[in-house]
Protein backbone atom coordinates (compact mmCIF):
# COMPACT_ATOMS: atom_id res chain seq x y z
CA UNK A 1 0.00 0.00 0.00
CA UNK A 2 2.81 2.42 0.67
CA UNK A 3 3.34 2.80 -3.22
CA UNK A 4 0.07 3.27 -4.07
CA UNK A 5 -1.40 5.59 -1.58
CA UNK A 6 -1.55 6.31 2.22
CA UNK A 7 -1.28 3.29 5.21
CA UNK A 8 -1.81 5.84 8.56
CA UNK A 9 -5.59 5.56 8.56
CA UNK A 10 -6.82 9.56 8.89
CA UNK A 11 -10.00 10.49 10.30
CA UNK A 12 -12.34 11.38 7.55
CA UNK A 13 -16.21 12.21 6.64
CA UNK A 14 -17.52 10.93 3.18
CA UNK A 15 -20.20 13.28 1.23
CA UNK A 16 -22.57 11.04 -1.10
CA UNK A 17 -24.82 12.99 -3.46
CA UNK A 18 -26.55 12.72 -6.81
CA UNK A 19 -26.31 15.57 -9.01
CA UNK A 20 -24.23 18.47 -8.34
CA UNK A 21 -24.07 21.58 -10.81
CA UNK A 22 -20.53 22.52 -11.28
CA UNK A 23 -20.60 25.85 -9.97
CA UNK A 24 -22.69 24.29 -6.71
CA UNK A 25 -19.69 21.73 -6.64
CA UNK A 26 -16.76 24.08 -6.71
CA UNK A 27 -18.65 26.21 -3.86
CA UNK A 28 -18.93 23.23 -2.14
CA UNK A 29 -15.26 22.45 -2.16
CA UNK A 30 -14.02 25.59 -1.21
CA UNK A 31 -16.38 25.17 1.68
CA UNK A 32 -15.03 21.99 2.67
CA UNK A 33 -11.08 22.95 2.05
CA UNK A 34 -11.46 26.00 4.69
CA UNK A 35 -12.94 23.47 7.17
CA UNK A 36 -10.50 20.50 6.85
CA UNK A 37 -7.50 23.41 7.14
CA UNK A 38 -8.37 23.68 10.69
CA UNK A 39 -6.86 21.96 13.48
CA UNK A 40 -7.92 18.24 14.23
CA UNK A 41 -10.50 18.27 11.57
CA UNK A 42 -11.38 15.09 9.62
CA UNK A 43 -10.57 14.90 5.56
CA UNK A 44 -13.67 14.72 3.67
CA UNK A 45 -14.35 12.64 0.51
CA UNK A 46 -17.28 13.97 -1.66
CA UNK A 47 -18.72 11.81 -4.49
CA UNK A 48 -21.09 12.89 -7.19
CA UNK A 49 -22.41 13.35 -10.95
CA UNK A 50 -22.09 16.81 -12.45
CA UNK A 51 -24.67 18.40 -15.33
CA UNK A 52 -22.84 18.54 -18.72
CA UNK A 53 -19.74 20.71 -18.25
CA UNK A 54 -16.76 20.93 -19.95
CA UNK A 55 -13.64 22.20 -17.51
CA UNK A 56 -10.60 24.09 -17.96
CA UNK A 57 -7.44 23.64 -15.79
CA UNK A 58 -4.50 25.38 -15.40
CA UNK A 59 -2.98 24.71 -19.20
CA UNK A 60 -5.48 24.45 -21.00
CA UNK A 61 -6.59 27.10 -24.12
CA UNK A 62 -9.72 27.92 -26.02
CA UNK A 63 -8.71 26.07 -28.51
CA UNK A 64 -9.03 22.76 -26.85
CA UNK A 65 -12.92 23.29 -26.82
CA UNK A 66 -13.40 22.26 -31.02
CA UNK A 67 -17.16 23.69 -30.67
CA UNK A 68 -19.05 27.47 -30.47
CA UNK A 69 -20.22 29.02 -27.61
CA UNK A 70 -24.05 28.82 -29.24
CA UNK A 71 -23.38 25.35 -30.08
CA UNK A 72 -22.43 24.56 -26.66
CA UNK A 73 -25.53 26.24 -25.15
CA UNK A 74 -28.07 24.65 -27.54
CA UNK A 75 -26.09 21.27 -26.28
CA UNK A 76 -27.10 22.25 -22.67
CA UNK A 77 -23.04 22.20 -21.71
CA UNK A 78 -21.58 25.09 -19.57
CA UNK A 79 -17.95 26.11 -19.59
CA UNK A 80 -16.05 26.90 -16.66
CA UNK A 81 -12.23 27.60 -16.24
CA UNK A 82 -11.02 26.31 -12.85
CA UNK A 83 -7.60 26.14 -10.28
CA UNK A 84 -6.76 22.63 -10.97
CA UNK A 85 -4.18 20.85 -13.33
CA UNK A 86 -4.09 19.81 -16.32
CA UNK A 87 -6.25 20.89 -19.30
CA UNK A 88 -9.31 20.39 -20.77
CA UNK A 89 -11.69 17.46 -19.58
CA UNK A 90 -15.64 16.92 -19.58
CA UNK A 91 -18.08 16.21 -16.61
CA UNK A 92 -21.48 14.68 -17.03
CA UNK A 93 -24.56 12.68 -16.25
CA UNK A 94 -23.16 8.68 -15.95
CA UNK A 95 -19.81 9.75 -14.41
CA UNK A 96 -18.70 9.15 -11.32
CA UNK A 97 -16.94 12.64 -9.79
CA UNK A 98 -14.80 11.69 -6.37
CA UNK A 99 -13.67 15.18 -4.50
CA UNK A 100 -10.84 13.87 -1.97
CA UNK A 101 -10.57 17.31 -0.05
CA UNK A 102 -7.66 16.32 1.97
CA UNK A 103 -5.62 17.27 4.43
CA UNK A 104 -1.73 16.47 3.38
CA UNK A 105 0.24 18.30 6.58
CA UNK A 106 1.50 16.33 9.25
CA UNK A 107 3.67 13.66 7.47
CA UNK A 108 1.56 13.23 4.66
CA UNK A 109 3.32 15.07 2.61
CA UNK A 110 3.05 13.38 -0.79
CA UNK A 111 1.16 14.15 -3.89
CA UNK A 112 2.28 11.37 -5.22
CA UNK A 113 0.98 9.02 -3.09
CA UNK A 114 -2.22 10.95 -3.53
CA UNK A 115 -2.23 10.80 -6.86
CA UNK A 116 -1.15 6.89 -7.00
CA UNK A 117 -3.83 5.71 -4.19
CA UNK A 118 -6.56 7.75 -6.62
CA UNK A 119 -5.50 5.75 -9.69
CA UNK A 120 -5.41 2.37 -7.94
CA UNK A 121 -8.91 2.85 -6.63
CA UNK A 122 -10.10 3.48 -9.97
CA UNK A 123 -8.03 0.40 -11.17
CA UNK A 124 -9.61 -1.58 -8.73
CA UNK A 125 -13.30 -0.95 -9.21
CA UNK A 126 -12.67 -1.44 -13.08
CA UNK A 127 -11.16 -4.86 -12.34
CA UNK A 128 -14.11 -5.90 -10.18
CA UNK A 129 -16.28 -5.04 -12.72
CA UNK A 130 -14.23 -7.54 -15.61
CA UNK A 131 -12.08 -4.17 -17.13
CA UNK A 132 -8.12 -4.12 -17.20
CA UNK A 133 -6.80 -0.74 -16.62
CA UNK A 134 -3.51 0.82 -15.97
CA UNK A 135 -1.10 3.87 -15.37
CA UNK A 136 0.77 5.09 -18.08
CA UNK A 137 3.84 7.28 -17.66
CA UNK A 138 3.84 10.69 -17.99
CA UNK A 139 -0.26 10.46 -18.14
CA UNK A 140 -2.23 10.66 -14.77
CA UNK A 141 -5.48 8.85 -15.02
CA UNK A 142 -5.95 5.09 -15.87
CA UNK A 143 -5.89 3.71 -19.01
CA UNK A 144 -7.41 0.04 -20.90
CA UNK A 145 -5.97 -1.03 -24.62
CA UNK A 146 -9.58 -1.25 -25.50
CA UNK A 147 -9.01 -3.65 -28.74
CA UNK A 148 -9.32 -6.96 -26.28
CA UNK A 149 -12.80 -5.36 -25.57
CA UNK A 150 -13.81 -4.43 -29.40
CA UNK A 151 -12.63 -4.22 -32.49
CA UNK A 152 -10.01 -1.37 -33.50
CA UNK A 153 -9.61 -0.33 -30.36
CA UNK A 154 -6.31 1.06 -28.48
CA UNK A 155 -5.17 2.93 -25.54
CA UNK A 156 -8.31 5.40 -24.39
CA UNK A 157 -8.79 6.66 -20.99
CA UNK A 158 -10.90 5.22 -18.28
CA UNK A 159 -10.80 7.79 -15.55
CA UNK A 160 -9.21 11.15 -15.27
CA UNK A 161 -7.21 12.80 -12.69
CA UNK A 162 -7.11 17.11 -11.38
CA UNK A 163 -5.81 18.28 -8.53
CA UNK A 164 -5.64 21.29 -6.78
CA UNK A 165 -3.22 21.78 -3.16
CA UNK A 166 -2.87 25.00 -1.46
CA UNK A 167 -1.51 25.44 2.14
CA UNK A 168 -1.45 21.25 1.92
CA UNK A 169 -5.30 21.02 1.34
CA UNK A 170 -6.10 19.17 -2.24
CA UNK A 171 -9.56 19.76 -3.51
CA UNK A 172 -10.71 18.75 -7.07
CA UNK A 173 -10.43 14.92 -7.65
CA UNK A 174 -10.69 12.17 -9.98
CA UNK A 175 -13.70 11.24 -13.02
CA UNK A 176 -14.41 7.62 -13.70
CA UNK A 177 -16.27 6.88 -16.82
CA UNK A 178 -19.40 4.79 -15.77
CA UNK A 179 -21.84 5.62 -18.86
CA UNK A 180 -21.24 9.25 -19.46
CA UNK A 181 -22.17 10.22 -23.35
CA UNK A 182 -19.19 10.01 -25.15
CA UNK A 183 -19.71 11.91 -27.92
CA UNK A 184 -19.20 15.31 -25.74
CA UNK A 185 -15.47 14.06 -25.41
CA UNK A 186 -14.84 14.22 -29.26
CA UNK A 187 -15.83 18.20 -28.97
CA UNK A 188 -12.80 18.96 -27.08
CA UNK A 189 -9.24 17.53 -27.31
CA UNK A 190 -9.53 15.52 -23.94
CA UNK A 191 -6.81 16.20 -21.28
CA UNK A 192 -4.60 17.56 -23.99
CA UNK A 193 -4.46 14.08 -26.30
CA UNK A 194 -5.09 14.06 -29.42
CA UNK A 195 -3.67 10.20 -29.91
CA UNK A 196 -5.99 8.46 -27.52
CA UNK A 197 -9.30 8.42 -27.31
CA UNK A 198 -11.76 7.92 -23.60
CA UNK A 199 -13.72 5.04 -22.78
CA UNK A 200 -16.44 3.82 -20.41
CA UNK A 201 -17.54 0.93 -18.70
CA UNK A 202 -20.42 0.53 -20.86
CA UNK A 203 -18.48 1.34 -24.07
CA UNK A 204 -15.96 -1.57 -22.65
CA UNK A 205 -18.26 -4.07 -21.37
CA UNK A 206 -22.39 -3.17 -23.08
CA UNK A 207 -25.09 -4.42 -21.39
CA UNK A 208 -22.54 -5.85 -18.33
CA UNK A 209 -22.02 -2.57 -17.02
CA UNK A 210 -22.92 -1.35 -13.72
CA UNK A 211 -25.13 1.30 -13.17
CA UNK A 212 -23.76 4.46 -11.95
CA UNK A 213 -24.85 3.76 -8.58
CA UNK A 214 -23.13 0.17 -8.29
CA UNK A 215 -20.13 1.50 -9.94
CA UNK A 216 -19.81 4.27 -7.18
CA UNK A 217 -20.07 1.85 -4.24
CA UNK A 218 -17.31 0.00 -5.54
CA UNK A 219 -14.91 3.17 -6.35
CA UNK A 220 -16.53 4.71 -2.55
CA UNK A 221 -14.96 1.70 -0.95
CA UNK A 222 -11.52 1.53 -2.89
CA UNK A 223 -11.22 5.15 -2.16
CA UNK A 224 -11.27 4.49 1.27
CA UNK A 225 -9.02 1.83 1.45
CA UNK A 226 -6.37 3.01 -0.77
CA UNK A 227 -6.54 6.80 0.68
CA UNK A 228 -6.16 4.85 4.76
CA UNK A 229 -9.71 6.68 5.78
CA UNK A 230 -11.70 5.96 8.86
CA UNK A 231 -14.70 7.32 8.42
CA UNK A 232 -16.48 9.25 11.02
CA UNK A 233 -20.28 10.12 11.58
CA UNK A 234 -21.75 12.14 9.04
CA UNK A 235 -24.48 14.17 9.03
CA UNK A 236 -27.17 13.87 6.54
CA UNK A 237 -28.28 16.55 4.20
CA UNK A 238 -31.59 18.34 4.78
CA UNK A 239 -34.48 18.04 2.07
CA UNK A 240 -36.44 21.01 0.02
CA UNK A 241 -38.78 21.39 -2.50
CA UNK A 242 -38.75 23.74 -5.62
CA UNK A 243 -42.56 24.25 -7.01
CA UNK A 244 -41.97 26.64 -10.69
CA UNK A 245 -44.95 28.84 -10.16
CA UNK A 246 -46.27 29.47 -13.28
CA UNK A 247 -49.20 30.58 -15.14
CA UNK A 248 -50.81 31.04 -19.08
CA UNK A 249 -50.19 34.84 -19.90
CA UNK A 250 -51.36 36.84 -22.64
CA UNK A 251 -48.39 36.20 -24.25
CA UNK A 252 -47.08 33.36 -23.04
CA UNK A 253 -46.24 31.07 -19.73
CA UNK A 254 -45.22 33.51 -16.89
CA UNK A 255 -43.24 32.49 -13.83
CA UNK A 256 -44.29 34.25 -10.59
CA UNK A 257 -41.03 35.81 -9.24
CA UNK A 258 -40.70 36.57 -5.88
CA UNK A 259 -38.24 39.04 -3.78
CA UNK A 260 -36.81 37.42 -0.44
CA UNK A 261 -36.92 40.33 2.63
CA UNK A 262 -33.42 41.28 3.73
CA UNK A 263 -32.72 38.96 6.27
CA UNK A 264 -33.46 35.92 3.84
CA UNK A 265 -31.05 36.53 1.24
CA UNK A 266 -33.12 39.46 -0.84
CA UNK A 267 -32.85 37.89 -4.15
CA UNK A 268 -35.66 36.69 -6.59
CA UNK A 269 -36.86 33.18 -6.96
CA UNK A 270 -40.33 30.93 -7.01
CA UNK A 271 -42.14 28.60 -4.39
CA UNK A 272 -39.23 27.18 -2.29
CA UNK A 273 -39.71 24.84 0.78
CA UNK A 274 -38.03 22.66 3.61
CA UNK A 275 -39.46 19.56 3.56
CA UNK A 276 -41.04 18.98 6.90
CA UNK A 277 -40.70 15.26 9.18
CA UNK A 278 -43.40 12.90 7.77
CA UNK A 279 -43.96 15.01 4.38
CA UNK A 280 -43.16 13.78 0.84
CA UNK A 281 -41.78 16.18 -1.71
CA UNK A 282 -45.41 16.87 -3.73
CA UNK A 283 -47.27 17.49 0.00
CA UNK A 284 -43.88 20.01 0.90
CA UNK A 285 -44.78 22.01 -2.98
CA UNK A 286 -48.21 22.25 -2.27
CA UNK A 287 -48.39 23.05 1.72
CA UNK A 288 -45.38 25.99 0.47
CA UNK A 289 -47.53 27.38 -2.50
CA UNK A 290 -50.17 27.88 0.03
CA UNK A 291 -48.31 29.52 2.88
CA UNK A 292 -46.20 31.48 0.67
CA UNK A 293 -48.47 32.65 -1.85
CA UNK A 294 -52.11 31.49 -1.28
CA UNK A 295 -52.41 29.41 -4.13
CA UNK A 296 -53.35 25.93 -5.43
CA UNK A 297 -52.51 24.56 -8.83
CA UNK A 298 -51.22 21.20 -10.81
CA UNK A 299 -47.92 20.09 -9.44
CA UNK A 300 -45.83 18.37 -11.89
CA UNK A 301 -42.36 16.70 -11.36
CA UNK A 302 -39.65 18.19 -13.75
CA UNK A 303 -36.99 15.37 -13.22
CA UNK A 304 -34.60 17.59 -11.39
CA UNK A 305 -33.09 16.54 -7.72
CA UNK A 306 -29.77 18.53 -6.69
CA UNK A 307 -27.78 18.76 -4.14
CA UNK A 308 -25.67 22.02 -2.76
CA UNK A 309 -23.68 23.58 0.46
CA UNK A 310 -25.82 25.92 2.33
CA UNK A 311 -24.18 29.29 3.21
CA UNK A 312 -23.82 29.96 6.80
CA UNK A 313 -24.19 33.75 5.98
CA UNK A 314 -27.40 32.98 4.32
CA UNK A 315 -28.65 30.32 7.29
CA UNK A 316 -26.25 30.57 10.20
CA UNK A 317 -25.32 27.55 12.18
CA UNK A 318 -23.71 27.99 15.62
CA UNK A 319 -21.51 24.66 15.68
CA UNK A 320 -19.27 25.66 12.24
CA UNK A 321 -20.26 22.06 10.49
CA UNK A 322 -20.50 22.21 7.00
CA UNK A 323 -24.08 21.66 5.81
CA UNK A 324 -26.04 20.87 2.95
CA UNK A 325 -29.48 20.34 1.47
CA UNK A 326 -30.94 18.51 -1.63
CA UNK A 327 -33.83 20.01 -3.68
CA UNK A 328 -36.57 18.42 -5.52
CA UNK A 329 -37.86 20.28 -8.37
CA UNK A 330 -41.18 20.46 -9.31
CA UNK A 331 -43.29 23.03 -11.88
CA UNK A 332 -46.75 23.99 -10.89
CA UNK A 333 -49.23 25.96 -13.25
CA UNK A 334 -51.79 27.86 -11.48
CA UNK A 335 -55.21 29.50 -12.89
CA UNK A 336 -54.35 33.07 -14.81
CA UNK A 337 -56.73 35.56 -12.59
CA UNK A 338 -55.68 33.98 -8.54
CA UNK A 339 -54.51 36.29 -6.68
CA UNK A 340 -51.12 36.30 -5.22
CA UNK A 341 -51.28 36.35 -0.91
CA UNK A 342 -47.63 36.87 -0.02
CA UNK A 343 -46.17 35.50 3.42
CA UNK A 344 -44.75 39.27 4.55
CA UNK A 345 -42.15 37.67 6.68
CA UNK A 346 -40.01 36.03 3.37
CA UNK A 347 -41.03 38.25 0.93
CA UNK A 348 -41.37 41.82 0.20
CA UNK A 349 -42.91 41.67 -3.83
CA UNK A 350 -43.69 39.69 -6.91
CA UNK A 351 -44.32 39.92 -10.49
CA UNK A 352 -44.76 37.58 -13.36
CA UNK A 353 -41.92 37.30 -15.63
CA UNK A 354 -41.69 35.51 -18.90
CA UNK A 355 -39.65 32.89 -18.93
CA UNK A 356 -36.19 34.55 -20.06
CA UNK A 357 -36.41 36.72 -17.74
CA UNK A 358 -37.50 34.52 -15.05
CA UNK A 359 -34.84 32.56 -15.93
CA UNK A 360 -32.13 35.46 -15.78
CA UNK A 361 -33.42 36.82 -12.61
CA UNK A 362 -32.77 33.74 -10.52
CA UNK A 363 -29.75 33.10 -8.57
CA UNK A 364 -29.28 29.84 -8.35
CA UNK A 365 -28.10 27.56 -11.19
CA UNK A 366 -30.77 24.82 -9.75
CA UNK A 367 -33.02 27.37 -10.18
CA UNK A 368 -32.20 28.81 -13.50
CA UNK A 369 -32.21 24.60 -14.69
CA UNK A 370 -35.55 23.93 -13.66
CA UNK A 371 -37.02 27.02 -15.70
CA UNK A 372 -34.94 25.26 -18.52
CA UNK A 373 -36.72 22.58 -18.18
CA UNK A 374 -40.18 23.80 -17.69
CA UNK A 375 -39.76 25.53 -21.41
CA UNK A 376 -38.82 22.09 -22.94
CA UNK A 377 -41.73 20.64 -21.15
CA UNK A 378 -43.99 23.24 -22.67
CA UNK A 379 -42.47 22.78 -26.00
CA UNK A 380 -42.84 19.25 -26.83
Known amino acids: MSEIGFTVPRPAQLRRFGRVFYPAGLRMQKALAE ?3 AENRPDQLVILEHDPVFTLGRNATPADIHMSDDFLRAQGVSVHRTDRGGEVTYHGPGQIVAYPICNLRGGREDVGKLVRGLEEAM ?5 DFGVVADRLKGAPGIWVETAKYRPGGGLEKLGAIG ?3 SRWISTHGIAFNVRPNLDHFRWITPCGFTDKGVCSLASLLGDAAPTWQEAADHLQAHLIACLALDLQPT ?3 SHSVSALTWRRGPSGPEILMMLRVPAHGLWWQSVTGMMEPGEVPEQTAHRELMEETGLAGTLRPLGLSHSFWVD ?3 VHFPDGEPR ?3 ETCFSMEVAPGAE ?5 AEHSEYLWCGLDEAQERMKWEG ?3 AVGLLRKALEA
Open 163 to 165: LHL
Open 367 to 369: SKA
Open 123 to 127: IRTAA
Open 340 to 344: VRLEP
Open 324 to 326: FNT
Open 35 to 37: YVN
Open 235 to 237: REP
Open 312 to 314: PSI
